[in-house]
Structures are given as C-alpha cells and as structure tokens.
C-alpha cells in the first residue's frame, strides 16, 4: 500500500505556521486544530516543523518565557520528508528509526500533504482486518 492511498482519504488542508509566529500562536493552532506538528512556511517554501514535543521541552528547558519567542527558535530545520509513491511500510520505518511521528509528503518538490503515525497505525489495522477477513472467506468456503 502507497502513502497516495493515505493522502486519498484525507482532508487535503495542510495546517502551517509561519517562520516569524511566535510559539504561543503555534501552540494555540495545535491545540485549537487538534493536531501534534505544524510545518514551518517561508514564502511557500517548507523551512521546518515544529511539534508539541518541541514546545514541551523548550518550557521545561527555557521557562515559559519561550512562548514569546518565534517558532524558529524551537522548530527542526532539517525535515525528513517521503513521496506519495512511498510504500506505507517504508514510511513507518523511517518514522521508528528516526523517532517522529509526523511526515510531509513531497512531490517534484511540491508539498502535497503531511502523513501521521495515527494514520499509518489506521491503514495497518484496516489492512491486517482485510486480511482476517479474507482468511476467514476462505475458511469458511473451502
Ligand atoms: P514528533 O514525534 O513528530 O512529535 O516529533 C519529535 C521531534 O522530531 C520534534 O523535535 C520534531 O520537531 C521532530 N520532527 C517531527 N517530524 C519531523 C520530520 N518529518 N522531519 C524532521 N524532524 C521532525
């Protein structure tokens, strides 16, 4: 299965922040949308992400002072990012080895989404209850 499959049944709306918001501005848009990372935007361009973790420990690093300063203070510039013609295994490799558990998805250099955990997690468990199923199929029909 392809991370294509992944982005075909999700919202399309790519949730950003910009380079100069401050992370207060970040941390109310993550709570506000629900969601656990923000990609930081310049111009159109992707120049980081910023995730909960990032804020948690700036706080307990810095005080909560740091919530006044711009997300580029906490956000990591060098993003790891997959193509939508990735296998979902690969993804989920690239996700435990590097510990993070989100992924924006490129494209000829052109964002066209961003993969979580959460969704990779669902498509596994959709896919390993198809496969139950089919067993099941084949048991019960000889
Ligand atoms: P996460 O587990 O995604 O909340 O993020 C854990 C740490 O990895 C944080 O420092 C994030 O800024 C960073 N991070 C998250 N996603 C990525 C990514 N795709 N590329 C590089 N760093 C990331």
Redesign the pocket.
């Known amino acids: 299965m392809l991370v294509s499959h992944i982005l075909r049944g999700k919202d399309s709306e790519i949730i950003t922040a910009s380079s100069d918001d401050s992370v207060e501005d970040v941390a109310k848009t993550l709570g506000e949308r629900r969601i656990?990372?923000l990609l930081v935007m310049e111009g159109g361009t992707m120049v980081?992400?910023?995730?909960?973790?990032?804020i948690v420990?700036g706080i307990a690093i810095r005080g909560q002072g740091v919530l006044a300063d711009s997300v580029q203070s906490?956000?990591?510039k060098?993003?790891?990012?997959c193509a939508s013609s990735e296998s979902i295994n690969s993804v989920m490799a690239?996700?435990t080895e590097?510990?993070?558990?989100?992924?924006?998805v490129m494209d000829d250099d052109q964002l066209v989404g961003?993969i979580?955990?959460g969704d990779v997690v669902k498509e596994r468990i959709s896919e390993a209850e198809h496969e139950a199923q089919a067993l099941k199929d084949y048991i019960a029909t000889g």
């Open positions: 656990g990372a980081g992400i910023i995730s909960e973790r990032d420990r906490l956000m990591t060098s993003v790891v990012t690239t996700m590097r510990r993070i558990r989100h992924v924006p961003i979580t955990i």
